[in-house]
């Protein structure tokens, strides 16, 4: 009697400039949204400041340096995600890279390779079409991977990019 447990699967890409577009129009949108955050701190808590710099100037002050740290963040996620943008620019045609990973069930039974079950299944696609599913066993000497997300500020899964050695 076996035992069904949860694993990850690798999803990989070929770069195509299909989904090079793809994802300059993602990290657009999410640069776009940043964008619009900056702007919805200043448009909500201008008249706030300005109001509370009438009767309580020493937090007023404490507000507006709160606001500029929240505002300096979010530039700082625009700055990374512009980098980002650059990198997919530099991708090539053919390359592979790590899109995210899916979650799969998979049932195990006594005597079963644990390595070759968890480590190394993975889904290679070309302009989202499957085009191999591949075992692979990851080696000590792999080096790991950089990893550029799509996200603005949410780390999900779905959004990341890979860039691997392939």
């Known amino acids: 009697m076996g035992v069904v447990i949860k694993r990850a699967i690798i999803l990989r890409s070929i770069v195509t400039e299909q989904l090079k577009e793809q994802l300059k129009e993602e990290l657009q949108r999410?640069?776009?949204?940043?964008?619009?955050?900056?702007?919805?701190?200043?448009?909500r808590t201008q008249p706030y400041i300005t109001e509370l710099q009438r009767s309580n100037i020493q937090q007023a002050m404490a507000v507006r340096q709160q606001v500029n740290q929240e505002k300096?963040?979010?530039?700082?996620?625009?700055?990374?995600?512009?980098?980002?943008?650059?990198?997919?620019?530099?991708?090539?045609?053919?390359?592979?890279?790590?899109?995210?990973?899916?979650?799969?069930?998979?049932?195990?039974e006594e005597g079963d390779n644990l390595a070759e079950i968890l480590g190394?299944?993975?889904?290679?696609?070309?302009?989202?079409?499957?085009?191999?599913?591949?075992?692979?066993?990851?080696?000590?000497?792999?080096e790991a991977p950089a990893i550029i997300t799509t996200q603005a500020s949410q780390a999900r899964d779905e959004g990341d990019l890979i860039v691997t050695g392939s």
């Open 30 to 43: 999410s640069i776009d949204e940043i964008d619009q955050r900056i702007q919805q701190i200043d448009f």
């Open 72 to 108: 300096e963040k979010q530039r700082s996620v625009r700055e990374a995600l512009l980098g980002r943008m650059k990198q997919v620019e530099e991708l090539e045609l053919g390359e592979e890279v790590i899109r995210g990973t899916l979650e799969s069930q998979v049932e195990i």
């Open 120 to 142: 190394g299944q993975e889904i290679v696609t070309k302009d989202d079409v499957v085009v191999e599913m591949r075992q692979h066993i990851p080696s000590e000497e792999e």
